[in-house]
């Protein structure tokens, strides 16, 4: 491997900075002022702290010099094994096939904003008489990942993630400075610590699923514990891969919450408390600098698509080589020349293309029977944030320093635990809420 703390920052930027960027304005306005920029910073810090324990994880017994665990599995069953085993990969597997089916969600959202612009400048003020469905477009999306799917593995991709990288950023600028230009041109910040000014007209209960909802959110766009494994064997041995992913997280980590804060903040700041669930879809003119933003959101999501569904792809195709090594057709790679190459071949194998197509299609056909945005993410991000970036962490940490019960340091780190567990379930339970509000009036593939 030959990776660097510059390809790892890259890989976490364009799994940290994906769609769920684009709803932090509006989970900003739910909580407020104080409580928003405060529970963006909360969970960086806790993600920071938790990405350190998890890289000293990748070896075992020793960080340094121990056995390599090239997945986030392989991890907990180097250090904790039994049932744990089954529910780390239960969670993060469960919590990867949802980020794509997100992906795909948010990918097809911006082309069909890039469409209606193209079509007719007035579709963007006038949404009930040029209604674009986003079916098409999540099969567009699907097509692309059926020929990027059939990459071998996650090593061949870092050219991929350096692109989606450089499109999260460009996409995040587009948003502040139409945020910024929106402040500038009239927009008033909204005075006082909370976001209180149209709560009146709504229920206390909805208020309070939403507050919930809006944590979901946040916890969804710092969603990358899952791959962080993966990330990290995609280092070379020198120096050490720990010291490396350490530093990889602390850039990307760093970058991501400056982007999040002002993003969210700004953007918060320019519509009040008519922020849009999709920061992008607020905004109206001007149209070409709308679809350089799309454009870059798209590319962006099609190299993170492939970096959060390689692990699944990786998991499955390993246990079936182990368990069926004498069967051809999931062991045998067949070479294909491609023509006017000089002869350049392209290793194919049936399993790999059957499987990975199947996924690709799968996660396409979920994408177009729920494609609702903010409680989508907010239900992923509150499934996942707790088991994957704590949890685990977290309990291997203690079982690697042999941290005795009840001491100072195993109280204070279970006590980050159950509060973070505490924040899921909430988050959760208002994403659930969301949704099925958003079900009774939603007519699949219609949309």
């Known amino acids: 491997n030959a990776g660097t703390w510059v390809t790892a920052s890259a890989h976490i930027i364009t799994a940290v900075v994906g769609s769920g960027v684009l709803s932090l304005a509006w989970a900003i306005t739910q909580l407020g ?73 948010t990918a097809s959202m911006c082309m069909a ?84 000014t149209t709560w009146p007209t709504v229920s206390e209960a909805h208020r309070l699923w939403k ?33 490396t992913m350490k530093r990889a997280s602390f850039v990307g980590i ?12 700004v953007g918060y700041a320019a519509f009040g408390e008519d922020a849009p669930g999709d920061l992008l879809s607020g905004f109206h003119q001007p149209l070409w600098l709308l679809n350089v933003a799309n454009v870059s959101v798209t590319i962006h999501l099609i190299g993170a698509y492939q970096v959060f569904a390689q692990p699944i792809f990786s998991l499955v195709e390993s246990s079936c080589r182990q368990r069926w090594p004498e069967v051809k057709f999931v062991t045998t790679d067949h070479q294909i020349t491609i023509p006017f190459l000089g002869g350049t071949g392209f290793h194919v194998n049936c399993f790999r293309l059957v499987w990975r197509s199947a996924y690709v299609i799968v996660t396409t056909v979920l994408a177009m029977l729920l494609p609702f945005f903010n409680v989508f993410l907010a239900l992923i991000g509150a499934a996942s944030f707790w088991p994957l970036t704590v949890y685990f962490p977290i309990e291997m940490y203690i079982a690697r320093a042999k941290l005795p019960k009840f001491s100072f340091s195993w109280m204070g780190l279970q006590a980050l635990s159950l509060a973070c567990l505490l924040v899921s379930l909430v988050a959760a339970a208002g994403s659930v809420e969301g949704l099925i509000q958003s079900l009774k009036v939603y007519h699949p593939f219609k949309n």
Request: aromatic share 10%.
């Open 211 to 243: 507050v919930f909802q809006a944590i979901g959110n946040i916890a969804f766009a710092y969603a990358y514990s899952t791959v962080l494994i993966e990330i990290q064997d995609t280092l070379k041995s020198s120096p050490a891969e720990n010291k």
């Open 33 to 105: 002022w104080v409580a928003g920029p405060v529970t963006l910073i909360i969970f960086s810090l806790i993600t920071l702290f938790t990405s350190t324990l998890l890289a000293d994880a990748y070896r075992h017994p020793d960080p340094v010099t121990g056995q390599r665990n090239y997945t986030y599995m392989d991890a907990v069953r180097a250090h904790l094994g039994g049932l744990k085993v089954r529910l780390c990969g239960l969670a993060q597997y469960a919590n990867l096939v949802g980020v794509t089916v997100g992906y795909t969600i």
């Open 254 to 265: 760093s970058t991501t919450t400056i982007f999040y804060l002002l993003c969210g903040c």
């Open 113 to 196: 904003t890039i469409c209606r612009s193209v079509r007719r400048k007035k579709c963007l003020h006038a949404e009930d008489n040029c209604h674009v469905s986003t079916t098409i477009y999540m099969i567009i999306f699907g097509s692309i990942q059926l020929i990027l799917c059939q990459v071998p593995n996650f090593h061949k991709l870092s050219w991929i993630s350096i692109l989606a990288a450089v499109m999260s950023i460009t996409y995040s600028f587009i948003g502040l400075g139409l945020s910024v230009a929106k402040v500038a041109a009239g927009a008033q910040l909204n005075e006082g610590a909370e976001a209180t």
